[in-house]
């Protein structure tokens, strides 16, 4: 029953990412995606990993002016935002203490839960990444083993246009999905593999908008 939800869940927050894609408005800067056309892999002991990415290319001194250890901070709760937005709510985040979850509707339907993130920050580069806990959509022997991961990289300048570029990539990796065991590979594929693929574009498309949620923890406002 657990998993039907799940599919409807699904397929509902499939069709708001289309909807959502449609009425795009149009963006200062340019989103590109760039992702392989193999995004997404599937192990032989049915571990996934799928990275979509994309260039992001705006005004030098507006990259530069983002380019802070806050708004990588501020650019993983961008991507908690859009997920709640996207399905029009049917998915949302919750945060508690040292975890975050991602549910279905409520609480007690508790589709992903994920540590707390870890932050690398180095020059020209950030990752923030969350190990992933368990949750519905996760088969018993992938708790604890997988992770979501948002990576940026500060590509080199266009000295004569003045835009500066940056690759987002978002990755999951070492996980293993519940769909797949409790029914199959292929209806994994098609549902809950589509549906992030289509929203993690839609995600990497709307960072040309350049507006970027302020992180509710701010663990990282000091790093500027």
């Not at 449609?22 to 799928?50: C, F, M, N, Q, Y």
């Not at 990259?63 to 998915?91: D, H, K, M, P, Q």
Request: with cysteine.
């Amino acid at each position: 029953m657990i998993q039907i939800l799940v599919l409807i869940g699904s397929l509902a927050a499939l069709v708001a990412a289309r909807r959502h894609r449609r009425h795009r408005p149009p963006t200062p800067a340019r989103a590109v995606i760039v992702s392989p056309r193999r995004s997404t892999v599937i192990a032989e002991d049915g571990a996934v990993r799928s990275a979509q990415s994309a260039k992001i290319s705006c005004p030098r001194d507006e990259l530069t002016r983002l380019w802070t250890g806050e708004n990588l901070e501020n650019l993983a709760a961008t991507y908690w935002r859009f997920l709640s937005r996207v399905t029009l709510g049917i998915v949302r985040v919750v945060y508690g203490v040292g975890e975050r979850r991602v549910v279905l509707i409520a609480q007690p339907l508790t589709l992903l839960r994920f540590e707390s993130p870890d932050y690398l920050l180095e020059p020209g580069h950030g990752k923030v990444s969350w190990r992933i806990k368990g949750g519905l959509l996760v088969a018993r022997r992938g708790r604890g083993a997988g992770y979501l991961a948002l990576d940026v990289t500060r590509l080199q300048d266009d000295e004569v246009s003045g835009q500066g570029t940056a690759r987002i990539e978002v990755e999951v990796a070492n996980f293993y999905p519940s769909i797949a065991t409790g029914f199959s590979t292929p209806v994994y594929e098609a549902t809950q593999s589509a549906l992030h693929v289509l929203v993690t574009h839609a995600f990497l498309r709307s960072l040309a908008r350049l507006e970027l949620a302020r992180s509710r923890v701010g663990r990282l406002r000091a790093e500027l």
